[in-house]
């Protein structure tokens, strides 16, 4: 047969990079190959800088010459040919990836399947009161204020500020003219007056007065009080935002209705979830304190004062070393002398209070006698730890900050990375990060009993995305990944682990098929069970029309390959020769083979592979 048309094989000619010997190799399509030697003997030379590289250089072909520009130059192996080469995907050791947002859950897409499914199905609670939150049409509004109401007098309100600081005058004034007379400012309802305002720095909570009204009862006549009520409620929530709320003459007490889903005792409202709102790399998602990461960087007192049997004057205060006559220390000499401690005194015989002071300031202004030459004599003494964060803040002296800082979980969102709006939402009484925070084992035994805890309409949404999910976390457990969790970050991941994962994010791409897959031994780290699991992958990748190169030393794959290519006999200039190609078996018949040898033994003894394939 002419090569060219070898549809069944992809063959390498004169291989010649690095220290390959001119070696050509055949590596049969729909099959598992092997790539063993010894170290240096050339595996990654043949696989990734030949293969590979080839490959990855006629697919840039395909693109124009502006495109290419921006991919940098793809050099043409040094090799004669290669023929028979389908598209090529390396899932390398090496790639790891470098985005400290990147997680475990990002790049095997569960995390996003999980998103949709929490936008689609999930419950909202309030974050302030726990209640499950509630929403209303306009007509229900109506209906639950008759029910509620009907026959007292109550006053109907439309919130306009909410726990917010500021003096709001240009607020009044433009409800002023558009013609209310009145407003609710912190409970207490105001005429408002022209240049009415709050007190900025304070926390408000401002509502419009739309109407006072004696509420309808339920089935009364349809004339002027129900037509009355219904206009005013219209009114209010164009006014409030969708919120409205409803106060009772008699007793004062308050009661919110909601267009949006809302906490019917507070009144907080959430927007529609959309999968945005799930994610820790969207600002509509994140939590604001770490921008979504779990973790911020905290100044760390003991890298400060990293020897605290020194006096501040010796320098233990590692940022401002020994004493010299500059700002900072004259402040400290004013500050030690008000607040009775000494300067030459060990920084750890100091009471808590004094080192208290050091650190974190004081609001009280210091006088400094030589300050008022310049006609100013006092000035607060903010702390050391002050001095560092505005320095980071500034950007300038982002070192300094790093070097005296620690990495913690996020105080505000304990690592859970989203805001609280986002960690609110629930299904079977989990939040997202719940199940991110899960390792594949545990969100696999919640998946599978998750149908008798969804109601009806959640199970009625839930079905399609579910499945994808499940499959999901199915090959993830596959490639024994069950102890990751997918919030780990991608950056902890071991090169094993990464191929891994990759590897079941392929899977799960159907549309996979005449594919080319090289993986750089993927067993790392592996257990022996796992091992098992993961060639049965490898197969059945094969078996689903791709072709699967792995270099490897692990024996158990080795033996199960479909085709062996072994490369030796040594590392460096005494390796890059093929020493055999071919099934387990022809390679087990070179003598001159170190892996041929090696298998021979398991080969006669046990054929472990083939028996578990047959009891399938
Ligand atoms: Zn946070």
Same mark, same amino acid.
């Given at each position: 047969?002419?090569?060219?048309?070898?549809?069944?094989?992809?063959?390498?000619?004169?291989?010649?990079?690095?220290?390959?010997?001119?070696?050509?190799?055949?590596?049969?399509?729909?099959?598992?190959?092997?790539?063993?030697?010894?170290?240096?003997?050339?595996?990654?030379?043949?696989?990734?800088?030949?293969?590979?590289?080839?490959?990855?250089?006629?697919?840039?072909?395909?693109?124009?010459?502006?495109?290419?520009?921006?991919?940098?130059?793809?050099?043409?192996?040094?090799?004669?040919?290669?023929?028979?080469?389908?598209?090529?995907? +390396?899932?390398?050791?090496?790639?790891?990836?470098?985005?400290?947002? #990147?997680?475990?859950?990002?790049?095997?897409?569960?995390?996003?399947?999980?998103?949709?499914?929490?936008?689609?199905?999930?419950?909202?609670?309030?974050?302030?009161?726990?209640?499950?939150?509630?929403?209303?049409?306009?007509?229900?509004?109506?209906?639950?204020?008759? $029910?509620?109401?009907?026959?007292?007098?109550?006053?109907?309100?439309?919130?306009?500020?909410?726990?917010?600081?500021?003096?709001?005058?240009?607020?009044?004034?433009?409800?002023?003219?558009?013609?209310?007379?009145?407003?609710?400012?912190?409970?207490?309802?105001?005429?408002?007056?022209?240049?009415?305002?709050?007190?900025?720095?304070?926390?408000?909570?401002?509502?419009?007065?739309?109407? $006072?009204?004696?509420?309808?009862?339920?089935?009364?006549?349809?004339?002027?009080?129900?037509?009355?009520?219904?206009?005013?409620?219209?009114?209010?929530?164009?006014?409030?935002?969708?919120?409205?709320?409803?106060?009772?003459?008699?007793?004062?007490?308050?009661?919110?209705? #909601?267009?949006?889903?809302?906490?019917?005792?507070?009144?907080?409202?959430?927007?529609?979830?959309?999968?945005?709102?799930?994610?820790?790399? !969207?600002?509509?998602?994140?939590?604001?304190?770490?921008?979504?990461?779990?973790?911020?960087?905290?100044?760390?007192?003991? $890298?400060?004062?990293?020897?605290?049997?020194?006096?501040?004057?010796?320098?233990?205060?590692?940022?401002?070393?020994?004493?010299?006559?500059?700002?900072?220390?004259?402040?400290?000499?004013?500050?030690?002398?008000?607040?009775?401690? #000494?300067?030459?005194?060990?920084?750890?015989?100091?009471?808590?209070?004094?080192?208290?002071?050091?650190?974190?300031?004081?609001?009280?202004?210091?006088?400094?006698?030589?300050?008022?030459?310049?006609?100013?004599?006092? !000035?607060?003494?903010?702390?050391?730890?002050?001095?560092?964060?505005?320095?980071?803040?500034?950007?300038?002296?982002?070192?300094?900050?790093?070097?005296? !800082?620690?990495?913690?979980?996020?105080?505000?969102?304990?690592?859970?990375?989203?805001?609280?709006?986002?960690?609110?939402?629930?299904?079977?009484?989990?939040?997202?990060?719940?199940?991110?925070?899960?390792?594949?084992?545990?969100?696999?035994?919640?998946?599978?009993?998750?149908?008798?805890?969804?109601?009806?309409?959640?199970?009625?949404? +839930?079905?399609?995305?579910?499945?994808?999910?499940?499959?999901?976390?199915?090959?993830?457990?596959?490639?024994?990944?069950?102890?990751?969790?997918?919030?780990?970050?991608?950056?902890?991941?071991?090169?094993?682990?990464?191929?891994?994962?990759?590897?079941?994010?392929?899977? !799960?791409?159907?549309?996979?098929?005449?594919?080319?897959?090289?993986?750089?031994?993927?067993?790392?780290?592996?257990?022996?069970?796992?091992?098992?699991?993961?060639?049965?992958?490898?197969?059945?990748?094969?078996?689903?029309?791709?072709?699967?190169?792995?270099?490897?030393?692990?024996?158990?794959?080795? $033996?199960?390959?479909?085709?062996?290519?072994?490369?030796?006999?040594?590392?460096?200039?005494?390796?890059?020769?093929?020493?055999?190609?071919?099934?387990?078996?022809?390679?087990?018949?070179?003598?001159?083979?170190?892996?041929?040898?090696?298998?021979?033994?398991?080969?006669?003894?046990?054929?472990?592979?083939?028996?578990?394939?047959?009891?399938?």
């Amino acid at each position: 047969m002419h090569e060219s048309l070898d549809l069944e094989n992809i063959h390498v000619y004169g291989a010649r990079v690095h220290n390959l010997k001119n070696i050509d190799v055949t590596i049969p399509r729909n099959s598992l190959t092997v790539i063993t030697g010894l170290s240096g003997s050339g595996k990654s030379s043949l696989a990734f800088d030949t293969i590979f590289a080839e490959g990855r250089r006629r697919y840039m072909e395909t693109f124009n010459a502006y495109a290419r520009q921006f991919m940098g130059d793809m050099e043409r192996p040094d090799v004669d040919k290669i023929t028979g080469l389908s598209p090529v995907i +390396s899932i390398e050791q090496k790639s790891t990836n470098r985005n400290p947002r #990147s997680t475990v859950g990002t790049i095997t897409e569960i995390y996003d399947f999980l998103r949709v499914w929490y936008a689609r199905a999930a419950e909202a609670y309030s974050y302030e009161t726990g209640e499950k939150m509630v929403r209303y049409t306009e007509d229900q509004i109506c209906d639950l204020i008759t $029910k509620q109401y009907g026959g007292k007098k109550v006053i109907v309100l439309a919130p306009v500020v909410r726990g917010r600081k500021g003096h709001y005058r240009e607020l009044f004034e433009q409800i002023r003219r558009k013609g209310y007379l009145q407003v609710r400012v912190d409970g207490d309802i105001k005429d408002i007056i022209i240049n009415m305002k709050t007190d900025r720095y304070k926390v408000h909570n401002i509502e419009i007065v739309v109407d $006072k009204i004696i509420v309808p009862t339920n089935g009364a006549e349809k004339g002027g009080g129900m037509e009355r009520m219904r206009k005013s409620v219209k009114t209010a929530l164009a006014l409030g935002k969708d919120v409205i709320m409803l106060l009772d003459a008699e007793t004062g007490e308050a009661r919110h209705y #909601s267009k949006l889903l809302m906490c019917p005792t507070t009144g907080i409202s959430y927007k529609d979830p959309a999968p945005a709102n799930f994610s820790y790399n !969207s600002p509509t998602g994140f939590c604001p304190t770490c921008k979504g990461l779990g973790v911020v960087n905290r100044i760390d007192v003991t $890298k400060i004062i990293p020897n605290p049997k020194l006096s501040i004057k010796k320098g233990a205060i590692d940022p401002l070393g020994k004493y010299k006559d500059n700002f900072v220390f004259r402040q400290l000499e004013a500050l030690a002398e008000r607040e009775g401690f #000494s300067l030459d005194t060990p920084f750890e015989e100091l009471t808590p209070e004094a080192q208290d002071v050091v650190l974190n300031g004081s609001p009280e202004p210091l006088h400094l006698d030589w300050m008022r030459m310049y006609g100013a004599g006092a !000035s607060t003494y903010d702390g050391i730890v002050k001095y560092i964060e505005n320095a980071a803040d500034d950007d300038e002296d982002d070192e300094t900050a790093l070097k005296y !800082s620690a990495e913690c979980t996020c105080p505000d969102c304990k690592g859970n990375r989203l805001n609280r709006e986002a960690l609110s939402f629930r299904i079977a009484d989990k939040n997202i990060a719940d199940l991110a925070m899960m390792d594949i084992a545990d969100l696999r035994v919640f998946l599978d009993e998750i149908d008798d805890k969804l109601t009806d309409r959640q199970r009625k949404i +839930s079905g399609e995305i579910l499945k994808e999910i499940k499959t999901r976390v199915g090959f993830m457990h596959d490639v024994g990944l069950d102890y990751l969790s997918r919030y780990r970050s991608a950056q902890t991941l071991s090169g094993g682990e990464a191929q891994r994962i990759k590897l079941a994010t392929e899977l !799960s791409r159907r549309e996979t098929g005449r594919t080319l897959y090289i993986l750089d031994e993927p067993t790392t780290g592996l257990h022996f069970a796992d091992v098992h699991k993961l060639t049965e992958i490898l197969k059945k990748l094969a078996s689903g029309g791709n072709t699967v190169v792995v270099i490897e030393h692990n024996l158990d794959v080795i $033996k199960c390959a479909d085709w062996i290519i072994d490369l030796g006999p040594e590392g460096g200039d005494a390796g890059g020769t093929l020493l055999a190609q071919g099934t387990p078996e022809e390679v087990a018949a070179v003598e001159s083979s170190y892996t041929g040898q090696y298998i021979k033994k398991t080969l006669e003894r046990t054929y472990l592979c083939e028996e578990k394939q047959d009891d399938e």
